[in-house]
């Protein structure tokens, strides 16, 4: 789904949507679908159900005046969901799960995969999206739509006084803003993104998170709508029925066409009468049809068509009526969607035996075309991938690593507690690894192509490094630092997969698709990343623990842990000036020039210069172990500045991977870092002070006729 | 002692330093980081030329200004750091033979870039499909064509470089000579950036009015090819008399005049560099992944005809042509707001650059270097700690 389209653009669209919404498939639940009223409502708007909230009074969410939607009798069957759940679907450029679909999609509304319906009962993603499809006025009524500030849905004209300020809010309770919210969007979308406020920023998402929904629930609409005719009438007498299927127009698509050329230029009263009925007929298929345009669940039929965009049943109704008439597998996936849709009974319950049928039948159906159009090829290891959850475990693996590592703190001669860590590491770090290599086949990509494989893959590095260094050191401090790391790593990219709601498996553009330089430049500077970071670790380790414990109390422990700063930071810095030349020699092949001066460049240049540096003063006497601790923090902060921050300067060529919301965690990064630089300069300052005063008492500390000092 | 030789030792050990090798990695990664904040308001031309290709600047916060050395001095200094301390000092060391060949590979580097600064064009030439170019035109620098036809129907061009346009005022205006011809052209003033329009009967133009029209100054733009500059000039014939003329960068077409009965034109244009081939657009193709605007693959069918030979090409991205100390790249496309069936151009980056692979082996030399160095060390400091009780 193109959800990064214009609200200029889908405004009109949408405001069809809702109405259709509203007069079909909520209302709906009474099934009561008369001819007359539903055409007249579907071509005049703004005269029936929607009406634009007043601006004076604030409008009480519409819940209250609504009966409530019984609870859920019977649920999906494990059948239905997982064979919806393997469904392909076409969204974002690719072919994916719609299981993934659903998971993305609620993450993006909700800010998590899961939902709660009215009764405060867990859903996984899957039921929603089906409830959402099948059953909208029930899904309507489930608080989905995450609002960060009530000044929001304050601003659209609705009550806020019986939610938080923080809340969730359902389709339901919105409905009677919806008109208002869309204006003040299309309002709002006219101010660039970087110059609204808070609240200009919300409501713009919160409409267009409100338009995904819009066309999720209204996807089946032209299944629960059979279009009426004119008892008697031509149409009726051609079709032999008073009321036509979707597909029945899609059928006859070429015919339709044919009919309504003569229709048009027939003299006779009665066939101009049948010719507005037609147009009629047409336009409000047409809408039906329209308000699907974002669910595209059918592959052009493989024999026929090399077309690569999937259909959606409105665009097939389109090609019928262009003269290119749906074969007869399409027509069966079209029929399969309009049994899934009919599921909905008269009495609002969903017949669950008659939706899984309709859900086999379409698999059936579009299945074997998206596999011998070798579309499906890696979509059962999506779906397993999403299944394992491999992430999750690998979290909970390095947060036991981290709360092992802490009591092992407290009882350090314990042998066994640093092997559980160890081990709990380990498996963490083998979950990231497979995790990472199953994302690569999926994608059949190099393993880092988007920001947030850029945190999996640090992590995962970070670790291998810690891990590594513990095996050949055994100080344990490495060790400690590789659970922290992981643990840190893995809630960051939790933290960006949930801010950026999307896809974490996207399309690329065109200068970013080539797998050779993904997998050399893109990959090696990442590790350069890695080892940045986890020098800034080590750094920041050092420091605090020389703060609390001072350096004569452990000289070993502190030498050691600075040569592996220093080895980190050589690491790094192999891997940082590799990387960065070669995105250089990468740029010279795709934009003419190795250079540019652009600040993602210019990032990577100030990860190499900040190495060398302290590699130089290292050499030079210049800084010591305390001052390359100190160091390699503010280093760190320029690894996250080159990382993250100069995306977010939103200027340069390299903007394709801006993800807005990260600012904070950015800031409260440097924020860490420069505060443990400034409690290496409150080490230095004291220990400088001490050694001032033992040589001011030469009894004391000249007792064997020298002085120490501590190396800073 | 010879107090030359101790200068000159001096001077030996202060530029071989790690203390100004540290400062002028301090200044460089400063410069970087402000030259790339800079951007954000300023944009990419205007802060190149000012933070990285200059000995010196002043860096404004607010109404305080910082002055800091320019990326050309500082680079410049780290280069003859680099070659006393880095490699002459480091002679006959033990165990530095990894750390010299980095520095060899960084100088290539340096000299890789000072070859693109001094001896560089870049720029594109923009084809629709069916058309046909020998030249490339500059995204930034201006020239003044004067264009005169000749009897067999070819066009003789004499240009003058825009940046000798620059300074043109009426009181001082640029004066370029006919050189053999029975006129002078005189341009009175010069717009970095103007908009042309016409002069209408409620308001005052603020400078002169030629056939209807003005040039209406307006403030620089952050992206630099987007300015677009205009003249005006006077064409003064031999005989005394005058023709005023506006030129304009984005005009479709040159500004004819005739002295003597003979007929000349005057264009304001990007500056052109002739290519030793002619580029056929033969077939452009965009293709977005399906459902998405999002372009996925474009590329360009060219045939490149060098008079004696031709072939047909396929440039894309991340693919370019590669000919005759020439590489055009698959830039982009347009026009953007193209309907289905409406013919579309496609833009070729096109850059003579002496030192385009220079960066590939200072990689490779860089990377060797580092590998042979740093690996070394790791080797021994794992034999030590694995012997370690």
């Given at each position: 789904?193109?959800t990064?389209?214009?609200?200029?653009?889908?405004?009109?669209?949408?405001?069809?949507?809702?109405?259709l919404?509203?007069v079909g498939?909520?209302?709906?639940?009474?099934?009561?679908?008369s001819?007359a009223?539903?055409l007249?409502?579907a071509?005049?708007?703004?005269?029936?159900a929607?009406?634009?909230?007043?601006?004076?009074?604030p409008?009480?969410?519409?819940?209250?005046?609504?009966?409530a939607?019984?609870?859920?009798k019977?649920?999906?069957?494990?059948?239905?969901?997982?064979?919806a759940?393997?469904?392909p679907?076409?969204?974002?450029?690719?072919?994916k799960?719609?299981s993934?679909f659903?998971?993305f999609t609620?993450?993006?509304?909700?800010?998590?995969?899961?939902?709660k319906?009215q009764?405060?009962?867990?859903?996984?993603?899957?039921?929603?999206?089906?409830?959402?499809f099948?059953?909208?006025?029930?899904?309507?009524?489930?608080?989905?739509?995450?609002?960060?500030?009530?000044?929001t849905?304050?601003?659209?004209?609705?009550?806020?006084?019986?939610?938080?300020?923080?809340?969730r809010?359902?389709?339901a309770?919105?409905?009677?803003a919806?008109?208002?919210l869309?204006?003040?969007?299309?309002?709002y979308?006219q101010?660039e993104?970087?110059n609204?406020?808070?609240?200009?920023?919300?409501?713009v998402?919160l409409?267009?998170a409100?338009?995904?929904y819009?066309?999720?629930?209204?996807f089946?609409d032209?299944?629960?709508?059979?279009i009426?005719?004119?008892?008697?009438?031509i149409l009726?007498?051609?079709?032999g029925?008073?009321?036509l299927?979707?597909s029945?127009l899609?059928?006859?698509?070429g015919?339709l066409?044919?009919?309504?050329?003569?229709?048009?230029?027939?003299?006779?009263?009665?066939e101009?009468?049948?010719?507005r009925?037609?147009?009629?007929?047409?336009?409000?298929?047409?809408?039906?049809g329209r308000?699907?345009?974002?669910?595209?669940?059918?592959p052009?039929?493989?024999?026929?068509?090399?077309?690569?965009?999937w259909?959606?049943?409105?665009e097939?109704?389109s090609?019928?009526?262009?003269?290119?008439?749906?074969?007869?597998?399409?027509?069966?996936?079209l029929?399969?969607l309009?049994?899934?849709?009919?599921?909905?009974g008269?009495?609002?319950?969903?017949?669950?035996?008659?939706a899984?049928?309709?859900?086999?039948?379409?698999d059936?159906?579009?299945?074997?075309?998206?596999?011998?159009?070798?579309?499906?090829?890696?979509?059962?290891?999506?779906?397993?991938?999403?299944r394992?959850?491999?992430l999750?475990?690998?979290l909970?693996?390095?947060?036991?690593?981290?709360v092992l590592a802490?009591?092992?703190?407290l009882?350090p001669?314990?042998?066994?507690?640093p092997?559980l860590?160890f081990?709990?590491?380990?498996?963490?770090?083998?979950?990231m690894?497979?995790a990472?290599?199953?994302r690569?086949?999926?994608?059949?990509r190099p393993?880092?192509s988007?920001?947030y494989?850029?945190?999996l893959?640090?992590?995962?590095t970070?670790?291998i490094?810690?891990?590594?260094?513990?095996?050949?050191?055994?100080?344990?401090?490495?060790?400690?630092?590789?659970?922290?790391?992981?643990?840190?790593?893995?809630?960051?990219s939790?933290g960006y997969?949930?801010?950026?709601?999307?896809?974490t498996?996207?399309?690329?553009?065109a200068?970013l698709?080539t797998n050779?330089?993904?997998?050399?430049?893109?990959?090696v500077?990442?590790?350069?990343?890695a080892?940045?970071?986890?020098?800034?670790?080590?750094?920041s380790?050092?420091?605090?623990?020389?703060?609390i414990r001072?350096?004569?109390?452990?000289?070993e422990f502190?030498?050691?842990l600075?040569r592996?700063?220093?080895?980190?930071l050589?690491?790094?810095?192999?891997?940082?000036?590799?990387?960065?030349?070669?995105?250089?020699i990468?740029?010279n092949?795709?934009w003419?020039?190795?250079?540019?001066?652009?600040?993602?460049e210019?990032?990577?240049?100030?990860?190499?210069?900040?190495?060398?540096?302290?590699?130089?003063?290292?050499?030079?006497g210049?800084?010591?172990e305390?001052?390359?601790a100190?160091?390699a923090?503010?280093?760190?902060?320029?690894?996250?500045?080159?990382w993250?921050?100069?995306?977010?300067?939103g200027?340069?060529l390299?903007?394709?991977?801006?993800?807005e919301?990260?600012?904070?965690?950015l800031?409260t990064y440097?924020?860490?870092?420069?505060?443990?630089?400034a409690l290496a300069?409150?080490?230095?300052?004291?220990?400088?002070?001490?050694v001032?005063?033992?040589?001011s008492?030469?009894?004391a500390?000249?007792?064997?006729?020298?002085?120490?000092?501590?190396a800073? | 002692?010879?107090?030359?030789?101790?200068?000159?030792?001096g001077?030996?050990?202060?530029?071989?330093?790690?203390?100004?090798?540290?400062?002028?990695?301090?200044?460089?990664?400063l410069?970087?980081?402000?030259?790339?904040?800079?951007q954000?308001?300023?944009g990419?031309?205007?802060?190149?030329?000012?933070y990285?290709?200059?000995l010196?600047l002043?860096?404004?916060v607010?109404?305080?200004?910082?002055p800091?050395?320019?990326?050309n001095?500082?680079?410049?200094?780290?280069a003859v750091?680099?070659?006393?301390g880095?490699l002459?000092?480091m002679r006959?060391?033990?165990n530095?033979s990894?750390?010299?060949?980095?520095?060899?590979g960084?100088?290539?580097?340096?000299a890789?870039g000072?070859?693109k600064?001094?001896a560089?064009?870049?720029?594109?030439?923009t084809?629709?499909?069916?058309e046909?170019?020998s030249?490339f035109?500059?995204y930034?620098e201006l020239e003044?064509?004067?264009l005169?036809?000749?009897?067999?129907g070819k066009?003789?061009?004499?240009t003058?470089?825009?940046?000798s346009l620059a300074h043109?005022?009426?009181?001082?205006?640029a004066?370029?000579?006919?050189q053999?011809?029975?006129?002078?052209?005189?341009?009175?003033r010069?717009?970095e950036?103007?908009?042309?329009m016409p002069?209408g009967?409620?308001?005052?133009a603020?400078?002169?009015v030629?056939?209807?029209?003005?040039?209406?100054p307006?403030?620089?733009?952050?992206?630099?090819e987007?300015?677009?500059?205009?003249v005006?000039?006077d064409v003064?014939?031999a005989?005394g008399?005058?023709?005023?003329?506006?030129?304009?960068?984005?005009?479709?077409?040159?500004?004819?005049?005739d002295?003597?009965?003979?007929?000349?034109a005057l264009?304001?244009r990007?500056k052109?560099f002739?290519?030793?081939f002619?580029?056929?657009l033969?077939?452009?193709?965009?293709e977005?992944?399906?459902?998405?605007?999002m372009?996925?693959w474009f590329?360009s069918d060219?045939?490149?005809?060098?008079?004696?030979?031709?072939?047909?090409?396929?440039?894309f991205?991340?693919?370019?042509?590669?000919?005759?100390?020439?590489?055009l790249?698959?830039a982009?496309?347009?026009?953007?707001?193209?309907?289905?069936?409406?013919p579309?151009f496609?833009?070729l980056?096109?850059v003579?650059n002496?030192?385009?692979?220079?960066?590939?082996?200072?990689?490779?030399?860089i990377?060797?270097g580092?590998l042979?160095?740093?690996?070394?060390?790791?080797?021994?400091?794992v034999?030590?700690?694995?012997?370690?009780?």
């Amino acid at each position: 789904m193109n959800t990064q389209l214009s609200l200029n653009a889908f405004l009109p669209l949408r405001r069809t949507a809702v109405l259709l919404l509203l007069v079909g498939s909520l209302a709906l639940g009474s099934r009561a679908v008369s001819a007359a009223p539903t055409l007249t409502a579907a071509a005049h708007p703004s005269a029936t159900a929607v009406q634009a909230a007043p601006e004076a009074a604030p409008i009480a969410p519409a819940v209250r005046a609504r009966p409530a939607v019984t609870a859920r009798k019977v649920d999906w069957s494990k059948t239905s969901l997982v064979v919806a759940g393997s469904l392909p679907i076409q969204d974002g450029g690719r072919v994916k799960p719609l299981s993934t679909f659903a998971n993305f999609t609620l993450l993006r509304l909700n800010g998590k995969s899961t939902a709660k319906d009215q009764a405060g009962e867990k859903l996984d993603s899957m039921r929603w999206l089906l409830d959402t499809f099948v059953d909208p006025r029930r899904s309507g009524e489930y608080p989905i739509f995450q609002v960060q500030d009530s000044a929001t849905v304050h601003a659209i004209g609705l009550e806020v006084d019986t939610k938080k300020k923080r809340d969730r809010w359902s389709f339901a309770e919105l409905r009677p803003a919806v008109p208002k919210l869309f204006d003040l969007a299309h309002e709002y979308s006219q101010i660039e993104g970087k110059n609204r406020t808070t609240m200009q920023a919300q409501v713009v998402m919160l409409a267009e998170a409100v338009d995904i929904y819009l066309g999720l629930a209204g996807f089946l609409d032209f299944a629960r709508m059979p279009i009426p005719l004119s008892e008697g009438g031509i149409l009726a007498q051609e079709f032999g029925t008073a009321r036509l299927n979707f597909s029945d127009l899609v059928r006859r698509g070429g015919d339709l066409s044919a009919l309504r050329s003569r229709l048009e230029k027939s003299d006779d009263p009665l066939e101009r009468e049948a010719s507005r009925e037609l147009a009629s007929v047409l336009r409000f298929a047409a809408d039906l049809g329209r308000a699907s345009l974002h669910v595209a669940l059918q592959p052009p039929d493989a024999v026929l068509s090399a077309r690569e965009a999937w259909h959606t049943p409105g665009e097939l109704l389109s090609s019928a009526f262009d003269g290119m008439p749906a074969t007869a597998a399409e027509l069966a996936g079209l029929v399969a969607l309009e049994r899934l849709g009919a599921s909905l009974g008269s009495d609002n319950t969903v017949d669950m035996a008659e939706a899984e049928a309709a859900l086999v039948a379409l698999d059936a159906s579009t299945g074997p075309i998206a596999a011998a159009r070798g579309e499906t090829r890696r979509l059962d290891l999506e779906v397993t991938y999403y299944r394992l959850d491999l992430l999750m475990y690998a979290l909970a693996a390095y947060i036991l690593a981290f709360v092992l590592a802490a009591f092992s703190w407290l009882r350090p001669a314990a042998a066994l507690l640093p092997r559980l860590t160890f081990g709990a590491a380990t498996v963490g770090t083998l979950l990231m690894v497979v995790a990472i290599t199953l994302r690569c086949i999926i994608r059949e990509r190099p393993p880092v192509s988007t920001l947030y494989e850029t945190l999996l893959f640090v992590t995962a590095t970070g670790a291998i490094i810690g891990l590594s260094m513990e095996l050949i050191n055994r100080r344990r401090i490495a060790l400690y630092a590789t659970a922290a790391l992981g643990m840190v790593g893995m809630f960051l990219s939790n933290g960006y997969e949930t801010l950026d709601k999307r896809d974490t498996m996207p399309s690329l553009v065109a200068v970013l698709d080539t797998n050779f330089w993904l997998a050399t430049h893109v990959t090696v500077i990442t590790i350069g990343y890695a080892a940045g970071v986890f020098a800034a670790l080590l750094g920041s380790v050092y420091i605090v623990v020389r703060l609390i414990r001072g350096r004569a109390s452990a000289p070993e422990f502190f030498t050691s842990l600075g040569r592996m700063i220093y080895g980190t930071l050589a690491f790094g810095l192999v891997f940082s000036l590799v990387g960065t030349i070669l995105g250089g020699i990468w740029a010279n092949d795709s934009w003419g020039r190795f250079w540019g001066w652009d600040p993602k460049e210019n990032g990577a240049l100030l990860i190499c210069i900040s190495q060398v540096a302290i590699l130089h003063a290292r050499l030079g006497g210049i800084l010591r172990e305390l001052g390359i601790a100190a160091a390699a923090c503010f280093a760190g902060t320029i690894v996250a500045f080159s990382w993250f921050g100069t995306n977010l300067l939103g200027v340069g060529l390299h903007s394709y991977g801006f993800t807005e919301g990260i600012n904070s965690a950015l800031w409260t990064y440097y924020g860490i870092q420069w505060s443990i630089c400034a409690l290496a300069l409150v080490v230095g300052v004291r220990e400088a002070s001490m050694v001032k005063s033992q040589v001011s008492e030469p009894p004391a500390t000249s007792a064997r006729g020298r002085t120490t000092t501590p190396a800073t | 002692m010879n107090p030359l030789r101790t200068i000159g030792t001096g001077l030996l050990r202060v530029f071989s330093s790690f203390r100004l090798s540290v400062t002028l990695l301090v200044f460089l990664g400063l410069l970087t980081w402000l030259g790339t904040l800079a951007q954000v308001d300023r944009g990419l031309y205007e802060v190149q030329k000012e933070y990285f290709e200059s000995l010196f600047l002043v860096h404004r916060v607010g109404a305080l200004g910082i002055p800091l050395p320019g990326g050309n001095l500082v680079l410049g200094l780290l280069a003859v750091n680099i070659l006393v301390g880095g490699l002459w000092r480091m002679r006959g060391r033990k165990n530095v033979s990894g750390v010299i060949v980095v520095h060899v590979g960084i100088l290539m580097l340096f000299a890789a870039g000072l070859v693109k600064l001094q001896a560089s064009n870049d720029g594109h030439t923009t084809l629709y499909e069916g058309e046909s170019k020998s030249y490339f035109q500059s995204y930034h620098e201006l020239e003044l064509a004067l264009l005169r036809p000749l009897a067999d129907g070819k066009i003789e061009e004499r240009t003058v470089d825009g940046a000798s346009l620059a300074h043109a005022n009426p009181s001082h205006p640029a004066v370029v000579d006919g050189q053999g011809l029975p006129f002078r052209v005189e341009v009175t003033r010069y717009f970095e950036n103007a908009g042309v329009m016409p002069k209408g009967p409620m308001f005052d133009a603020p400078t002169p009015v030629i056939d209807g029209v003005f040039a209406r100054p307006k403030p620089r733009e952050k992206l630099n090819e987007q300015n677009g500059a205009a003249v005006y000039v006077d064409v003064i014939a031999a005989d005394g008399s005058v023709q005023n003329g506006l030129l304009w960068v984005y005009d479709a077409h040159p500004w004819t005049f005739d002295v003597a009965g003979e007929r000349y034109a005057l264009d304001l244009r990007r500056k052109r560099f002739p290519m030793p081939f002619r580029v056929s657009l033969e077939r452009f193709r965009k293709e977005d992944h399906p459902r998405t605007g999002m372009p996925r693959w474009f590329s360009s069918d060219v045939t490149v005809d060098s008079g004696k030979s031709s072939r047909l090409v396929t440039i894309f991205m991340n693919e370019p042509l590669r000919q005759d100390g020439l590489v055009l790249y698959q830039a982009s496309w347009g026009p953007s707001n193209a309907r289905p069936g409406d013919p579309l151009f496609s833009s070729l980056a096109v850059v003579r650059n002496p030192s385009d692979q220079w960066p590939l082996w200072g990689c490779i030399v860089i990377a060797a270097g580092l590998l042979w160095h740093f690996g070394r060390k790791l080797i021994r400091h794992v034999s030590r700690e694995v012997a370690r009780p």
